[in-house]
């Protein structure tokens, strides 16, 4: 029905009969001559219809927005001063010879220029959104994502392999996704959080270099870059160690970012530790285009009387610690005040602070209302080590270490967003070094901070076990612009070491071999050492394209409440379908 896309065109297509078929972006009607910007994935084009052409001229007289079209005529340059170099297709026109409307439009519920539309009213019209230039983008971009990272792993000896989706929930993670059973009534499948274990069992399987692309489903509260179901490019290889596979990864993102978008990504990526991570930017996801960084002072205050100081310093799990701001002592009385309800929000007290007028007068050129609490030795020695000068201001975080970590690490994002000391750019970074084991108070027990199938770097049980607090993993994350991309780890590969961990994690042994008898099983009959990563496809794209939503890169999304505007998912099943599962839903109290 076509012979072109309407992006494709351009000046080298000159006299050349051409057909054509999309939307029409818009209509104009000018003093007897009509213009029709025609669009397609590709692009748009300008159509133009002179009353000479009487048959298409007349049809074009009927055309409204996003009608569809099908048109035939030769390529023209536009008249001087007429031509738009902001478009690829901006130096010519096609001179409209033949016209047929394909299929009428009603009024859209928004135009497609439109840049204030309610999401909600985006996704009912999911449809139309799509539409969009800047989003027909987008998934461009995602397919070329999609087929990059393929062509990478097939040339690197990976093999695409496809794992179930409906497999078994697992006790660890996020609330699965239940799938009742209808042979085996009362038995439930989970929808998969991650085919990690069937990924293990592959490198078990001889496989020894796999990936794939998959959908992977997580019951959990929802933010801007999360979902209820996402996409991973999931990888896992056999007879590799972290430097290893580290650096086959981050070759196939420069490679991506290079192919795609004409970008050189650093060669190699920084590496961090974890626990650098945490003491200088308050978060093991840290955004290096941000200069701001935290400065521990507790030895500074651990003597002095003011108690909101000095406890948490003397505390074994307290912090207290100090953000500079460069020239922040413009900040005005109400900024100050909105960063300490900010601040709160993370479970922070409140937010101390030093203005410095004049370093040079010593107490006399600072400005705060904590002065009159500090000596001068204290004082001294938190300008000296947070490299203080004319200009700034210093705020404080003293509490719990994870509430001075969280707020500060937050409280940093937010002001250099604020005052626009986010650099241009892209920076990548390993962060690596993760604790094993994370304690939670209220439970009472260790959880893993990745999951429990990850390998600690000791190869001694006993080690592990007398002091699992202490014990690092062999786990990495791969951190861009303050994202999580990617995440992963070297496996456990041995039985006796899985089932130490398990203990630690409270997972008896009955439990784990309900739950992970399979994976018992099979470690048993010569499981290579091997590790894995996984990238969320999602938010790298989201990156890549710009977005400030991982909805914005997923063709039909859920909101915030984890439903579908579009089809009014999730609905209710009839009583024919329940009884065919054997179960019967229990009416909602008010």
Known sequence: MRSHYCGQLNESFLEQEVTLCGWVHRRRDHGGVIFVDLRDRAGLVQIVFDPAVA????????????????VKGHIRYRPEGTQNLDMPTGKIEVAG?????????????????????????????????????????????????NRIVRNYLD?????EIETPMLTKATPEGARDYLVPS????????????????????????????YYQIVRCFRDEDLRADRQPEFTQLDIEM??????????????????????????????????????????LYGSDKPDLRNPLQLTDVADLVKDVEFKVFSAPANDQKGRVAALRVPQGKELSRKQIDDYTDFVAIYGAKGLAYIKINDISAGREGLQSPILKFL??????????????????????????????????GALRLKIGEDLKMVQQG????????????????????????????????????????????????????????GSEIGGGSIRIHNPEMQAAVFRLLSIGEEEAREKFGFLLDALKYGCPPHGGIAFGLDRLVMLMSGATSIRDVIAFPKTQTASCPLTSAPSIASEAQLRELGIRVKPKLN
């Open 238 to 279: 056999s007879f590799i160690d972290e430097s290893s596979l580290r650096d086959l990864m981050e070759n196939m993102i420069r490679h991506l970012f290079k192919t795609t978008l004409a970008i050189d990504l650093p060669n190699p990526f920084p590496v961090m530790s974890y626990e650098t991570a945490i003491n």
């Open 97 to 145: 010879m033949q016209l047929e409307i394909l299929n009428i439009a009603e009024t859209p519920p928004f135009q497609l220029d439109e840049t204030t539309v309610h999401e909600e009213t985006r996704l009912r019209y999911r449809y139309i959104d799509l539409r969009r230039p800047s989003m027909q983008a987008r998934f461009q971009l995602r397919a070329q994502v």
């Open 375 to 408: 000596p001068d030795d204290a004082i001294q020695g938190i300008l000296e080590r947070t490299k203080a000068s004319d200009g700034d201001v210093i705020f404080f975080g003293a509490d719990k270490a994870k509430v001075v970590t969280e707020a500060l």
């Open 155 to 159: 040339d690197n000896g990976f093999l």
């Open 426 to 481: 892209w920076q990548p970074l390993w962060v690596i070094d993760f604790p094993m084991f994370e304690w939670d108070e209220k439970e009472n027990r260790w959880f893993s901070l990745h999951h429990p199938f990850t390998a600690p770097n000791v190869a001694d049980i006993a080690t592990l076990e007398t002091n699992p607090g202490a014990c690092a993993s062999r786990a990495y994350d791969m951190v861009l612009n």
């Open 55 to 70: 048959q298409a001229f007349a049809t074009a007289e009927k055309v409204r927005n996003e009608y569809v079209l099908q």
């Open 182 to 209: 209808r042979t085996h009534q009362g038995h439930f499948f989970a929808l998969p959080q991650s085919p990690q274990l069937f990924k293990q069992l592959l490198m078990m399987s001889g496989m020894d270099r």
